[in-house]
């Protein structure tokens, strides 16, 4: 089996310098025992959406994806709850102040191409104040309507496009007649 991205780099014990030996998704130390494993990093990301029904996206500022649009969201940090996550998250990229309304879900990703694994964990939200404003490693933001979103290749993960298109279904499947 292929050793993990995670590993990339990794030859000695971060605990106490010994040889690693790394297969798969696990490195093992043969010294002190330490086992790592490669686990997916999650993340927290909000489907802001207007009255009008339109989305928020974000064109991102770094790489991985610079120039391209994204969801805004981000890394869920050691002992924060997703919760806390997104709320922090949306005030360092847009300036507001959100409440989640609905859980879409969890999306399987790369954080780029040959990237570490991702699982990226996806609400509605509604605004509660504030003005979106593109900071912290946002270039953009701007509303789509759902029938008129960029290009499937402007985006910089393809689990912004599934999420999307789950709610483009959902949006569809509540304005069709029964």
Not at 27 to 38: F, M
Not at 121 to 140: C, F, H, K, N, Q
Not at 149 to 167: C, G, I, K, M, R
Request: proline share 7%; aromatic share 8%.
């Amino acid at each position: 089996m292929e050793a993990s991205p995670f590993f990339d780099g990794w030859e000695r014990c971060p605990r106490c310098g010994g040889a690693l030996k790394i297969e798969g998704h696990s490195a093992e130390c043969g010294e002190c025992g330490l086992t790592v494993y490669a686990n997916p990093a999650p993340t927290a990301s909000a489907l802001i959406i207007d009255d009008t029904g339109r989305v928020l996206l974000s064109r991102r500022a770094g790489d991985p994806g610079k120039g391209m649009w994204d969801i805004p969201g981000g890394f869920i940090e050691e002992g924060e709850e997703p919760l806390e996550t997104l709320r922090r998250e949306m005030e360092e990229e847009t300036g507001l102040e959100i409440e989640p309304t609905e859980f879409l879900g969890g999306f399987a990703d790369r954080y780029g191409d040959g990237g570490i694994y991702t699982v990226n964990l996806y609400w509605t939200v509604r605004i509660v104040s504030g003005e979106p404003s593109p900071s912290d490693d946002v270039a953009e933001l701007r509303w789509f309507r759902l029938d008129e979103l960029p290009a499937e290749d402007e985006f910089a993960f393809s689990n912004s496009v599934e999420v999307l298109e789950l709610l483009r279904e959902r949006a569809r499947s509540t304005t069709s007649p029964e």
